[in-house]
Nanobody, 121 residues
Framework: ELVESGGGLVQPGGSLRLSCATSGFALDAYSIGWFRQAPGKGREGVSCIGKSDHTPYYGDSVKGRFTFSRDNAKATVYLEMNGLKPEDTAKYYC????????????????WGQGTQVTVSA
């Protein structure tokens, strides 16, 4: 199970931290990451950590602003989002996959219910 939290309404330039609590599977057996989807648009890969390569992957639109981290003891991953822009407005999903690489995080096989992030003045 993947349960996201931490979304909300924030002004441009603000920050949010999303959390994804995991349960029911061995986290180390999966790549885990975040994708987002805005109304009327397709999925966009945001960030990911591979199951064998723990160097975080970031989509071009969030590099330098977002930071992905994981707490294995809590079986939870986080997405720290700084310098938020209106174009970051979307529903953010935590996702896992046992085989796909992080560059394909938007196509991962399982995801949670999502958490809404709205960036607006």
């Amino acid at each position: 199970e993947l349960v996201e939290s931490g979304g909300g309404l924030v002004q441009p330039g603000g920050s949010l931290r999303l959390s994804c609590a995991t349960s029911g599977f061995a986290l180390d057996a999966y790549s885990i990451g975040w994708f987002r989807q805005a109304p009327g648009k397709g999925r966009e890969g945001v960030s990911c950590i591979g199951k064998s390569d723990h160097t975080p992957y970031y989509g071009d639109s969030v590099k330098g602003r977002f930071t992905f981290s994981r707490d294995n003891a809590k079986a939870t991953v986080y997405l720290e989002m700084n310098g938020l822009k209106p174009e970051d407005t979307a529903k953010y999903y935590c996702a896992i996959d046992p085989r796909r690489p992080c560059a394909a995080v938007a196509d991962f096989g399982a995801w949670g219910q999502g958490t809404q992030v709205t960036v607006s003045a």
